[in-house]
């Protein structure tokens, strides 16, 4: 960072909450009180992790959209600043009931069930919309064909970065005199 252009070295990043691990987290916990024991949620696009056995649901991020301009606040050392964001979540759900448990999910994602259920959130989280599932074709590692359905679901998140901030909590005030007559004469 260059110092005279107002960032000091001890001044830290800006910090985002909440971090899509916490977004994964809420939505898994509201699938796994929704389905069925013993239906799997991970998070998708993993690099070197085996499906796991059906049934399975994974959860990906897709889309953010701003919603709206940002408000802000200050606390003594930070600017806390607040962005209202529509998220994107693609569900995978693969096994012999997946089209079951997609018509559940869309049922309930914009009931006031699922609402109640993001309110004790520590962040901003709520349903939105959803998507119309789709069905495509996938085969597994063995080669068959296996249930697979996908649905977009859509929720607004409030996203709050706090920016550390430099204030002035005092100021000193030196009064010089100065030989000087008002208004000056000409």
């Given amino acids: 960072m260059v110092e005279g252009a107002g ?39 993993q690099n070197r992790v085996a499906s796991p056995p059906v049934p399975f649901v994974t959860l990906t991020i897709t889309r953010r959209t701003r919603l709206a301009t940002n408000s802000w606040s200050y606390t003594p050392t930070t600017r806390e600043v607040c962005e ?17 448990y997609v018509q559940a999910i869309t049922a309930l994602w914009r009931d006031p069930q699922a609402v109640a ?14 998507g119309p599932p789709c069905q495509s074709e996938f085969r597994d590692g063995e080669h068959q064909y296996e249930q697979n359905w996908s649905v977009d679901l859509h929720m607004q998140v409030t996203f709050r970065l706090s920016i550390a901030q430099d204030f002035a909590t005092t100021l000193s005030v030196t009064a010089l005199s100065a030989d000087v007559t008002a208004p000056p004469e000409e």
């Fill in 7 to 45: 960032n000091t070295p001890e001044q830290p990043g800006c910090v985002a909450t909440p971090t899509d691990a916490q977004i994964y987290s809420a939505v898994r916990n509201w699938l796994l009180a929704l389905l069925p024991a013993g239906v799997q949620v991970v998070q998708g696009q």
């Fill in 117 to 130: 259920f993001f309110a004790p959130l520590p962040f901003q989280l709520v349903p939105l919309d959803v």
């Fill in 84 to 100: 209202p964001v529509e998220l994107g979540l693609q569900l995978g759900l693969f096994g012999p009931q997946a089209g079951g």
